[in-house]
Structures are given as structure tokens and as C-alpha cells.
């Protein structure tokens, strides 16, 4: 059989693939690189085209592509198995990641949960803490409002975007949520207009206070990004409030769930952001990095105390009944392991450090552009918001797709690059070498720059 040849790809590809996140109308006509491989941090596209991997292929990538030790770890597993179930029996990779993870993660969680995505992630963590309330002794409750924070993102299953709410995203699927209650967002970019950056931030740390307390009855769980909202447009909450939300909540005992989808395994500078402000949430969730970003695989960690609450004979019917068919499959939980041996290896830590202030200071000339209304950032998650005019803040509008020109500037100039609406990001890979990082960030300057000139002569 031969290979379809380049043209007969992009035919396929424009009649058969629905992507995800796309808006395929306008995707059709763009003739989006089709990627064939990849080295390092470097993709190949089916021209022969390298681009430089700027958002760690959708902030998941961590110590590049083909890297020999996790691509060795998963050919050694395949020697062995693909997958056999995790449904009433176990497997090597998948004993010895968990123990690691336990080991790795804030102390008080003790017991892995394994699935396949961030969603599935969220979605177990949400169904366990519901049921944890109706099972744990010596008193069940009944508690079924989840807390969270306004414009949240925690995945795309039905359960994980009833917690979240990005309108772009959530508003179409209104009806078929359950009901959650919020605290706003602290980050103060998009603010009333009336309040100053300080007053807006002390009225989100009381808000946090009054609705939990008010809710603390009812409520099953609250739900958090630690430190960084990520798709709300990377999203930088202030030092302390990560603290405050586990104070509150450790108050009226309701589990704190940490969604470290995103900011997990380095991605803010410390392996975990609860790290950083030594918060030790009862669930918390792992995926995108988990496995270096090579393999779907998920986990949601639980405390002794939760775990505990689903113990009892078969019949008393306390049991989880939740799965994923590949749960905790074998290929993936080797790679995992292989990633997590090079963290140390590779002092990929120090390197996040190094690699964020290297950043920080690529980016200062942007910080009076005009057309930069703000620059967040948190270790190497970045996010360059553009705006139309910074005083008053006045975004441009969608029709323009701001972000996504700059997304096919920097495409031209061999970089990748999603912006989530007009917020340009940045997402190198923890692993990446400093001239590459250089170069991403000049890339994107060069990119802001050429699209802000072509929209300023329209
Ligand atoms: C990406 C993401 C998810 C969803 O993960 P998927 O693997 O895409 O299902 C959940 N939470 C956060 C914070 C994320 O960034």
C-alpha cells in the first residue's frame, strides 16, 4: 500500500476529521500544517516544514518529543503488553506510578484513581466527593453543590463543565448543567470598572470567605486551578489565595479539589503549584504532563479519609462504580515513570527557573506597548493579552480573531502557537533549552507586532 500523498492528506483531512476546539468553517481554508514528527522540540509537518513547538503541544509536552529514555520505557512495555484492564486486576506500570505519585504529591493523598484525561480526572474527583459525603461515618450527608471559581476550566465532560465557565465555551450546554455556585475570579485584569486593582482583590478574598461559609452546608467540594486559571486566558491569582480557599474550606470540612491538569509537573516552577503555597488539597487531579505529554493517562489522588469512606462488603454497595475502559493503561503509566525519573535527571526544575525569568525579560519591551493591555505570567505559563486600546480597556473585536493572526504570523516564521481569544500564549516546555526559548519569544514580539501594524492600516 502506498502513503496518501500530501494533497490527498489535506483532502481527507478537510472531508473527514472534525478537530476539536476548531472552528471548522474558517479551519478548511487555512491549510494548517498536518504533522508528521517530531524531535526534541521541533514538529515535522508532511512538507517537510519544522516548526518550533511553542505550546508544548497543547500544554502537555514536557521534555520534548522522541526523548530516548520515555520512547525506550514505552517499547519496553510493548515488549511485555499494550493494555490489559485495571477493572479487578493490576499491572506492574501502573503499581509502581502510583506509589510515585503519592510519594511526589502534597502529603494527605495517599490513593490513586486512574483515567485517561483531565476531564475524566475531574470528572472522577467530583462523583467521589459526592458520594464521600452520603458514605462517610459516623455522619452522612446529603451535599451536592460544588464551589468554584468564575471562569473556571476543568475539562469538556458534562460534570467538568458544570464547574466551569468560560461563556464561549459552557453557555451553549446552560441547561444540561447542575448547580454550582461561584466566587469571582482573583485576577484583576478584567474587573468592575469602578474598583482599583487592591480593593478588587481584598473583595475577592472576602467573597471567597462569604460564599463558602454560606454555602458550607451544601456544599460537596470546592474546586480550584491552583495558582493559574489556565484556559480563562492564563489567569494569575495572587499570592495567598490558594491558602485562604483551604483555610476557609478546611473550616466547614469540604474537600478541596486541586485541578493540576494544567499546572502540574513543573509548570509554574515547583513540581505542583499547591507546593508553593504548601496547600494540601483532599483530591487533586493529574494529566496533560503526567506522561511527559506522550499517552492519555489521568489520575485523580484522594485522602485516606475519602478513600476510606468507600470500604465496606461488596454487598453494603459503597463501592466507586466508575471507570474508563483504559484506565491506567500499561504503555502510558511506563512513560510516565520514564518522565518522572528525568525531572531529577535533568534538574528540569532549575530549568523552569531559568527559562521564566529568561522569559520575563524577553517580554519587558511589550509591557508599555499600546496594544498590550497586560503580560501574565507564572513560570512558563504565559499569556499576552491584546487589546484595541489600554485606557480604557477596550478589546477588539472577535470578527478580527486577533489571537489567531498572530497564531498564523508566528506560523509563518516556523513557531506554533494557540492563543486562547485575544490572549496570545506561550507555553514552552519545561525541558527546553534557553536559545529556543529565545527564539519563541521573539517570534511571538515579531508576530504581536506585524498583526497590531496590518490591523492598525485596515
Ligand atoms: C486541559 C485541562 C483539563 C482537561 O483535560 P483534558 O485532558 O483535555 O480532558 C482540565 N483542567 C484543566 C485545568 C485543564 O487545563
Redesign the pocket.
Known amino acids: 500500500m502506498t502513503s496518501p500523498t500530501t494533497k490527498q492528506l489535506r483532502q481527507w483531512d478537510n472531508e473527514y476529521v472534525w478537530h476539536p476546539f476548531t472552528a471548522m468553517q474558517a479551519y478548511r481554508d487555512e491549510q494548517a500544517p498536518i504533522i508528521e514528527s517530531g524531535e526534541g522540540f521541533y514538529l515535522f509537518d508532511v512538507e517537510g516544514q519544522r516548526y518550533l513547538d511553542g505550546i508544548s503541544s497543547l ?1 502537555c509536552n514536557v521534555h520534548g518529543h522522541g526523548v530516548p529514555e520515555i520512547d525506550d520505557a514505552i517499547r519496553e512495555q510493548l515488549g511485555r503488553i499494550s493494555h490489559s484492564t485495571l477493572l479487578g486486576l493490576s499491572s506492574p506500570p501502573s503499581i509502581e506510578l502510583a506509589q510515585k505519585l503519592v510519594e511526589l504529591t502534597p502529603p494527605g493523598l495517599t490513593k490513586v484513581f486512574y483515567s485517561d ?4 480526572a ?1 470528572e472522577s474527583a467530583l462523583k467521589i466527593a459526592y458520594q464521600y459525603h452520603q458514605q462517610k461515618s459516623p455522619s452522612p450527608e446529603t451535599r451536592r453543590l460544588f464551589g468554584t471559581v468564575s471562569g473556571a ?4 465532560t458534562i460534570g ?1 463543565v458544570s464547574v466551569g465557565s468560560i461563556e464561549l465555551f459552557h453557555t451553549v450546554y446552560g441547561k444540561l448543567l447542575f448547580e454550582t455556585v461561584s466566587v469571582p475570579s482573583p485576577a484583576a485584569f478584567h474587573r468592575p470598572g469602578n474598583m482599583r486593582e487592591g480593593e478588587y482583590l481584598r473583595h475577592c478574598f472576602t467573597e471567597a470567605e462569604r460564599v463558602i461559609t454560606q454555602n458550607a452546608n451544601q456544599m460537596a467540594a470546592f474546586i480550584i ?1 491552583p495558582l493559574v486559571q ?2 480563562a486566558g492564563i489567569l494569575v491569582h495572587p499570592d495567598g489565595y490558594l491558602k485562604h480557599v483551604r483555610e476557609i474550606t478546611s473550616r466547614f470540612g469540604i474537600p478541596l479539589i486541586a ?1 493540576e ?2 499546572v502540574g509537573f513543573g509548570r509554574t516552577g515547583t513540581m505542583f503549584a499547591c507546593e508553593q503555597e504548601e496547600v494540601e488539597p483532599d483530591l487533586m487531579c493529574v ?2 504532563g503526567l506522561t511527559g505529554g506522550y499517552l492519555p493517562v ?1 489520575a485523580t489522588l484522594a485522602t485516606d479519609e475519602i478513600y476510606d469512606a468507600f470500604l465496606d462488603v461488596p454487598s453494603a454497595g459503597k463501592t466507586f462504580f466508575h471507570g474508563h475502559t483504559f484506565t491506567g493503561n500499561p504503555l502510558g503509566c511506563a512513560a510516565a515513570l520514564a518522565s518522572i525519573k528525568l525531572f531529577d535527571q535533568n534538574r528540569i526544575l532549575d530549568r523552569v527557573q531559568i527559562n521564566s525569568e529568561l522569559i520575563a525579560e524577553k517580554l519587558r519591551p511589550l509591557v508599555e506597548h499600546p496594544h498590550v493591555g497586560e503580560i501574565r505570567q507564572k513560570g512558563l505559563m504565559v499569556g499576552i493579552e491584546l487589546v484595541a486600546h489600554r485606557d480604557p480597556v477596550t478589546c477588539y473585536s472577535s470578527e478580527q480573531r486577533i489571537g489567531h493572526l498572530v497564531t498564523l504570523a508566528a506560523r509563518k516564521r516556523g513557531v506554533i502557537l494557540r492563543p486562547l481569544g485575544d490572549v496570545v500564549v506561550l507555553m514552552p516546555a519545561p525541558a527546553m533549552p534557553t536559545e529556543l526559548v529565545e527564539k519563541l519569544c521573539d517570534v511571538a514580539i515579531e508576530a504581536i507586532e506585524e498583526v497590531i501594524a496590518s490591523v492598525r492600516l485596515n
Do not use: F, Q
Not at 117 to 120: E, K
Not at 153 to 156: A, F, K, L, M, T
Open positions: 500544554w484525561s483531565g476531564s475524566t475531574v476550566y476543568h475539562g469538556d467538568s486551578e489556565g484556559a485541578d491538569v494544567a494529566a496533560k489521568a
